[in-house]
């Protein structure tokens, strides 16, 4: 198996090279009702060990985008009428099916907002994670089952080897997010997109969660792209921010400058919205 020894060897791209990038983005959504224009010329990057957070209002486009990069979307209706994704230079949009399955919960994975829906609820879920080395990387089914045992014990599952026998629904809501962080991760990828990975959590757990990524990607060196409403934890936890409206970036930068002075009239109004930001990290 060729994960094993990943987490201490360097990230694709050296230090604050992008590891991956969007290119002028756009994602329709060809409806009968018409055409939504849902990512219009997005662009923005990522760099390993770095994290890019992704704000924006309900519909401004950031899950559009996410789903993007590992050509997600359901195509129909979706269709990409401009665009590039680079991941480590090579464009993800205009690579074959192959290629893509082999990327997807491989080099790029992905944490969702809801883990029942991105669970199979008929499935053990140590067998869920497990299996995302049995088909991405050829482990065998002993290999698989070690290696997913030991990530769920690294994202904080208690009593790993009782709860990989069991079914989603005999877990709590915090425990499924660790289940869905763990098979995001055993496969040690170089960039981990999540998208609102803890607002169906309670804040406690949502806070725990947060720590758990944070400093998995310090310990793997991961890029991470944080896509959340919460202006609080981009303050706590990202380096650089995108600010989406209506499909559009309307500001791009470091989460201080931005914050300290941000240049758009949505930005200002966002963090106008917003109690109190300190920043801790
Ligand atoms: N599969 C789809 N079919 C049709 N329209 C879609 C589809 N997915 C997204 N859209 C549309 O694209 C636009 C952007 O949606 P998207 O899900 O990216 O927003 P978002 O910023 O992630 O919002 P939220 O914060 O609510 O998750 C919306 O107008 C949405 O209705
Ligand atoms: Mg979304």
Request: negative net charge; charged residues 25%; hydrophobic residues 25%.
């Given at each position: 198996m060729t994960t094993q020894n990943k987490a201490t060897a360097a990230p694709r791209g050296a230090a604050g090279e992008p590891v991956l990038a969007v290119e002028d983005l756009s994602v329709d959504f060809l409806l009968d009702t018409g055409a939504v224009h849902a990512v219009r010329g997005v662009s923005w990057q990522v760099a390993a060990g770095e994290t890019l957070a992704v704000v924006g209002e309900s519909g401004s486009g950031k899950t559009a985008t996410a789903l993007s990069v590992l050509r997600l979307n359901p195509e129909p209706p979706c269709v990409y009428p401009g665009g590039r994704v680079l991941f480590a230079g090579e464009d993800l949009l205009s690579c074959g099916e192959k290629r893509l399955r082999a990327v997807r919960g491989g080099a790029v994975s992905m944490v969702f907002q809801d883990p029942m829906t991105s669970l199979?609820?008929?499935?053990r879920v140590g067998t869920q994670v497990a299996e995302v080395l049995r088909h991405h990387r050829g482990a065998s089914r002993a290999e698989a089952r070690e290696a997913a045992l030991a990530a769920l014990d690294e994202v904080g599952v208690p009593d790993p080897a009782r709860r990989y026998r069991q079914y989603p629904h005999e877990l709590s809501g915090g425990l499924r997010q660790r289940v869905m962080i763990a098979a995001a991760l055993v496969g040690r990828p170089d960039v981990l997109i999540a998208d609102e990975p803890t607002t169906a959590l309670d804040v406690t757990v949502q806070r725990q969660i947060l720590d758990l990524l944070l400093s998995l990607k310090e310990r793997h060196g991961m890029a991470v792209v944080l896509i959340t409403h919460d202006l609080g934890v981009v303050a706590e936890t990202a380096d650089r921010v995108v600010v989406m409206n209506r499909g559009e970036v309307v500001e791009n930068g470091d989460v201080l400058d931005v914050f300290e002075h941000p240049e758009d009239p949505y930005t200002r109004a966002l963090l106008a919205a917003t109690p109190r930001l300190e920043r801790t990290a």
């Open positions: 199979d609820p008929l499935q």
